[in-house]
């Protein structure tokens, strides 16, 4: 079957880094998406990644191995703003995208 | 400025009455999607379109049906609304993908709909 991994829930001070990963078993792939979701809000688009390597977009990083089925998230200089929800998600051979359950970011002063 | 519109926020509704959920974009886009969202279990994708008048179960069609008669709007319907249907509600758009390289997908505001 299809699978997405990621972390419950993570906390991080403010100011600090930090790193969220995101593992997938998909039937194919065509690309890995980074969305962000404040509670009660609707996702918002942070990052797509078809190509290893590294995305740079401001404080937010996107990481992806297809060899390994393996992203990272990395969010630098943490803001308290920054406490939401960061949902993984993978487009499938046949453009399906499987979503993550979400890891849950709270950000402590 | 992109824009996905969603005919709710909040709805309350009764078990057994007919819901219609409506979504409207403006971006021109081929796909929209019906999704719902649960405390742990992330979205799952109920049913989605890639053109007009076409439509694809997603992972969980049963108790819904979807209507799209015009290539901006895209109607979700439970024909029978129960207190498991109780749930947050999202329609998304994207522009059709093809050729290896997909494309995100914008959400509206959502409808958190309660079945008493």
């Known amino acids: 079957g299809q699978n997405i991994d990621q972390p419950t829930e993570m906390t991080a001070t403010e100011g600090a880094i930090v790193q969220i990963n995101c593992t997938y078993q998909t039937s194919g792939f065509n690309g890995l998406f980074w969305y962000q979701q404040h509670a009660g809000e609707a996702p918002t688009f942070l990052s797509y990644?078809?190509l290893d390597g590294l995305e740079e977009k401001g404080r937010f990083s996107s990481f992806l191995s297809r060899s390994k089925g393996y992203s990272y998230l990395l969010l630098k200089e943490l803001q308290m703003k920054d406490s939401a929800s960061y949902l993984c998600a993978v487009t499938d051979s046949n453009y399906q995208l499987i979503w993550g359950a979400g890891t849950k970011l709270i950000i402590k002063p | 400025d992109v824009k996905v519109t969603q005919s709710s926020r909040y709805l309350v509704k009764r078990t057994g009455e007919k819901v219609f959920l409506e979504c409207v974009q403006d971006?021109?886009?081929?796909?929209m999607f019906w999704y719902r969202q649960d405390p742990g279990l992330g979205l799952r994708l109920i049913y989605f379109s890639y053109d007009v008048k076409m439509k694809e179960k997603g992972d969980i069609p049963e108790g819904y049906s979807v209507s799209r008669e015009k290539k901006e709007r895209f109607s979700l319907i439970l024909e029978s609304a129960s207190t498991n249907q109780t749930s947050m509600y999202l329609c998304?758009?994207?522009?059709?993908?093809?050729?290896?390289?997909?494309?995100?997908?914008?959400f509206g505001p959502g409808t958190r709909l309660t079945v008493t």
């Open positions: 998304a758009s994207s522009p059709w993908t093809s050729g290896g390289i997909s494309y995100e997908q914008y």
């Open positions: 990644n078809v």
């Open positions: 971006m021109d886009h081929e796909n």
